[in-house]
């Protein structure tokens, strides 16, 4: 891979901030703050790399390892007296300081006061966690002096729930910063990081998440089956241990959140089948478990999409990536190890268009949300699907007005996410019978086939998977 793909938005975002604190603000008050939280591995890291590149301003950048008080306390010392800033000498002359009340005092004297700055904070949650006095040094330094100074402070963290809580009302740095979120690689992304045509890369990226490791690894122009038989066969690809460094770190005690997580990851969507296959858990554990992961956003909590109450939530791994490491990297890591990976393959292939046909599903309905505008019926705010208690009759994608519960139901559709079986009359005739079922459908609510392989009915709507890799370009 070469040069630096997508995240238009998230450097547009920073160079906004950035354009503040060079021009000081309506307040007086040129400093800013923003913090950016992502997933484990989805590259924000190098985002803010990339960013201080393009910059060309002079920065430090911390990144916390989480032992200690006192080792990141010294960590942060040496960074900032290692730095280009104009003044980080007296960092240098200074043992490392006790207290990030002095430490950040500290780092204000070294900062420049004619020219902007930049000072990140990566991995913020250790700091937040091993020092409970370090959010209200934060913002006591912030207060006082960063933001009346050209700085910008990034505060970077995996930890999605913490982030979103550090700027909560009640904690001490409410309201001081922006909020930034650093998504996975889009499917345009990954067409274009690879130089996939389209159905190739939804392929990469249901299997990759968009991670930009994964990604770096994978051969340019190679499609799925060449890439995981390069994969499978290293103990060491990225593909392998992502996933057991994200649970690691997510889950370092919670052994029944990973077992829950485990079961839905092998395709269990109920609570009750999600108790059973997670060993028969009390429904109490089952629930708190649920809060975990959904708190977490590594799993999301489905309702059907109708004009009609329901209470049939489903439960899926929010991830792409770790849906399917959950489903076949995870459980074949012995045989890899033992350098059976073809049979890793081989069970993957086995399964393929059966699980991709499930997996793909929100990935289309975000694309559909993102393209209502230009392509979908007027009034289309969400996307969604839906089911019942029997799965009679089960819509893949519904459009409506609001969730959970719509007033106006604006289309009914259908996925056919198959190689070289179009969707035709007899999908077509499923579509009608299961939209006279619809709560808030009519015969006149519109019809919409997503097709991987062409449409040779009449009477719908038809987008292709060039159609929906536009949506992110």
Not at 92 to 116: E, G, K, N, Y
Not at 303 to 329: A, H, I, K, N
Not at 445 to 468: F, K, M, N, Q, Y
Request: aromatic share 8%.
């Amino acid at each position: 891979m070469s040069g630096f793909i997508g995240r238009r938005t998230e450097l547009g975002l920073l160079d906004g901030l950035l354009q503040a604190v060079l021009t000081g603000g309506r307040t007086g008050r040129p400093g800013r703050a923003v913090l950016v939280r992502g997933r484990r591995r989805v590259g924000k890291s190098r985002l803010v790399e990339e960013f201080l590149e393009r910059a060309e301003l002079p920065h430090v950048f911390f990144t916390a390892v989480g032992g200690s008080r006192e080792g990141d306390l010294a960590g942060f010392t040496a960074e900032v007296a290692a730095s280009g800033l104009p003044d980080a000498e007296r960092f240098a002359d200074f043992a490392a300081p006790q207290t990030w009340d002095a430490a950040l005092s500290l780092l204000a004297t070294a900062l420049p006061v004619d020219t902007p700055s930049v000072v990140v904070l990566d991995e913020m949650p250790y700091l937040v966690r091993e020092d409970p006095t370090f959010e209200g040094a934060l913002q006591k330094a912030f207060d006082r002096t960063l933001s009346k100074m050209p700085v910008l402070l990034i505060l970077v963290g995996s930890d999605i729930a913490m982030m979103e809580q550090l700027n909560t009302y009640g904690r001490p740095f409410y309201q001081r910063g922006t909020e930034m979120v650093v998504p996975p690689l889009t499917p345009h992304d990954v067409a274009t990081m690879l130089d996939l045509a389209p159905t190739d890369a939804f392929d990469a990226y249901l299997v990759s998440g968009g991670l930009p490791l994964i990604l770096d690894e994978w051969p340019r122009g190679a499609d799925l089956w060449e890439y995981l038989g390069q994969a499978l066969a290293s103990p060491t690809s990225a593909l392998l241990v992502s996933g057991e460094r994200t649970l690691a770190a997510e889950f370092p005690s919670e052994a029944q959140a990973r077992t829950v997580l485990g079961a839905i990851g092998h395709g269990e969507r109920t609570f009750t089948l999600i108790g059973r296959a997670a060993g028969g858990l009390h429904a109490g554990s089952v629930t708190r478990s649920l809060e975990l992961l959904t708190g977490r956003r590594m799993v999301a909590a489905d309702l059907p999409l109708s004009t009609r109450p329901s209470r049939e939530t489903r439960y899926r791994v929010d991830d792409p990536y770790l849906r399917f490491w959950l489903s076949f990297v995870g459980p074949g890591i012995p045989a890899v190890e033992r350098g059976r990976g073809d049979r890793v393959l081989e069970a993957v292939r086995t399964s393929w268009a059966s699980w991709r046909g499930r997996a793909v599903e929100p990935v289309i309905r975000e694309a559909l949300w993102r393209l209502a505008d230009d392509r979908l019926p007027a009034g289309t705010q969400v996307v969604g699907g839906y089911w019942t208690r029997t799965n009679d009759p089960e819509i893949d994608l519904v459009g409506a007005d609001r969730s959970p519960v719509a007033k106006k139901i604006t289309f009914a559709g259908s996925i056919k996410w198959l190689e070289n079986k179009p969707f035709d009359h007899r999908d077509l005739a499923r579509l009608i019978t299961h939209r006279s079922q619809l709560p808030g459908a009519s015969d006149d609510t519109p019809l919409v086939a997503v097709t991987r392989s062409g449409c040779t009915a009449r009477g719908v709507s038809v987008l292709t998977p060039e159609d929906l890799i536009g949506a992110w370009g």
